[in-house]
């Protein structure tokens, strides 16, 4: 099927929907039932969100099946790509958190490539940055299982459940055997289908023949999702696999690492797909000069947060009763941290992933670009990044929580999770001698940041009024 021309569903912008290869519409088989979550068969979805929270919410949960045959690619850096061999089968599975009022849902569907670097599935940008404001704006998230070495891991953590899951290519085929070659700065290649396939899923979204994932809500925006690991491997999909797929209206890569670099040649430019990149400060010391240093361009922004951690506590919070209800290890943390310091830099990037997401929408379906943001300092030419007296870096995107400091939050320590380190009393109160003048500070940084664009009003709020609830300066 490769070079045929065919037609796909119009993005809600109005691009050219003209496709250079044919996309695949895969079988979808769901939802599939299953017991009370947490049951010790694990005859439920892994990687579940609490269903009564999410009800509460407005929200369901349902899981489907995914079957096809699908192609690997060869993915040249900063190339379109070209179709190695096609045919093979596979079977995967999604999970579909949606409103359950269709008049509740805003038309934006997220597919996020679920991270595998724990040898598990963890649902990052929904646990780390975004669950809050998926549900605040009405968003539709999916995620989907692509990594070979997490699909081994679900067929054993419940055999009769996803026994029959397969991403791997034919025995004697010309793909390359595995998901699984290591992630360095010069591989984020995916060697087996997983390109095609989150291809396919998409189609089914956009276009589903048989069962419909979505229920009929509606479908205006859809945009591919991963953090870090999932994020890089998603890389080469944009530059090589998107061109001749054209599936996604958008792309939305969350803390990615080593090279992310975004083709920015006229014949990518003219697709005009937007692509976002949101990086903490930890993924700086990771990439490579020119991926961190990457210039923004008509259908490119890139943001990055000072003072936030990789792994962020809402991450962690999220991950510690769902790794203990699915029998996972517990989350462990760094030793070797400076005196008085704790795991994990508290600043709440949460915030500007949200913000930055609701840009990327209005920049899909009205052609608004978002603001551009200043990059985090470094050493020229390196990934050394330049800080302050109290060792908070300087520049970036800067919240109230980095720039009205009251703690240092180093974010390159203490593995991807970073650490905070309160400041002394003396210091406290020689920076904020009343409340009051803590309070106005938070207040007047957080308005600039609304003003930039880089927060939103509701986030604003929760920011100013823990700020008033807080004994700072008292």
């Known amino acids: 099927m490769a070079g045929a021309e065919v037609t796909v569903s119009a993005p809600a912008h109005g691009r050219s929907s003209t496709a250079p290869t044919e996309v695949a519409n895969p079988v979808v088989t769901g939802p599939v039932t299953h017991g009370l979550v947490g049951n010790e068969t694990h005859d439920y979805p892994f990687a579940s969100t609490d269903p009564a929270w999410l009800s509460s919410h407005g929200y369901v949960q349902e899981e489907f099946f995914v079957s096809g045959t699908a192609s690997c690619y060869e993915t040249p850096r900063l190339q379109t790509g070209t179709v190695i061999e096609s045919g093979n089968p596979y079977n995967t599975r999604m999970i579909v958190r949606r409103p359950l009022d269709r008049d509740k849902s805003n038309g934006v569907v997220v597919v996020e490539w679920l991270n595998a670097s724990s040898g598990y599935e963890i649902d990052s940008t929904w646990a780390a940055t975004s669950y809050e404001a998926y549900i605040r704006a009405g968003a539709t998230w999916v995620g989907l299982s692509l990594q070979n070495n997490v699909v081994q891991q679900l067929r054993a953590w419940s055999p009769h459940r996803y026994g029959a899951l397969n991403v791997e290519p034919l025995p004697g085929s010309s793909c390359p055997a595995s998901a699984d070659t290591p992630l360095t700065p010069g591989n984020v290649k995916v060697n087996n289908l997983a390109y095609d396939i989150l291809s396919q899923v998409g ?137 008085d310091a704790e795991p994990i830099s508290l600043i709440p990037s949460r915030y500007v992933f949200a913000a930055a997401a609701q840009h990327l929408i209005q920049w899909i379906r009205k052609g608004t670009p978002p603001p551009t943001a200043p990059r985090i300092s470094t050493v020229p030419g390196t990934t050394d990044i330049t800080r302050d007296q109290y060792g908070n870096a300087l520049g970036g995107i800067r919240l109230s929580q980095h720039e009205v400091a009251t703690a240092t939050n180093d974010a390159t320590g203490c593995s991807t999770y970073g650490w905070h380190r309160p400041l002394d009393q003396a210091t406290l109160a020689t920076l904020y001698p009343s409340h009051r003048a803590y309070v106005a500070q938070v207040v007047r940084v957080t308005q600039r940041n609304v003003r930039a664009g880089y927060l939103l009003q509701p986030d604003a709020r929760t920011t100013i009024l823990e700020a008033e609830q807080s004994r700072i300066g008292s």
């Open 203 to 339: 189609q089914a979204l956009r276009q589903p023949a048989g069962v419909d994932p979505l229920h009929g809500l509606a479908r205006t925006t859809l945009i591919a999702t991963g953090a870090s690991q999932s994020a890089a491997r998603l890389i080469p999909y944009v530059n090589s696999v998107h061109p001749m797929a054209r599936v996604y209206d958008g792309f939305f890569l969350a803390i990615p690492i080593f090279d992310h670099v975004i083709r920015r040649d006229r014949a990518f430019d003219r697709l005009g797909t937007p692509v976002f990149k949101v990086m903490s400060e930890w993924d700086l010391t990771v990439g490579t000069v020119e991926s961190n240093d990457q210039p923004d361009g008509r259908t490119l922004r890139t943001w990055q947060i000072a003072g936030a951690p990789h792994t962020t506590y809402q991450n962690v919070q999220y991950r510690i009763p769902n790794n203990a209800r699915d029998d996972l290890a517990p989350i462990t943390f760094c030793t070797g941290l400076p005196p």
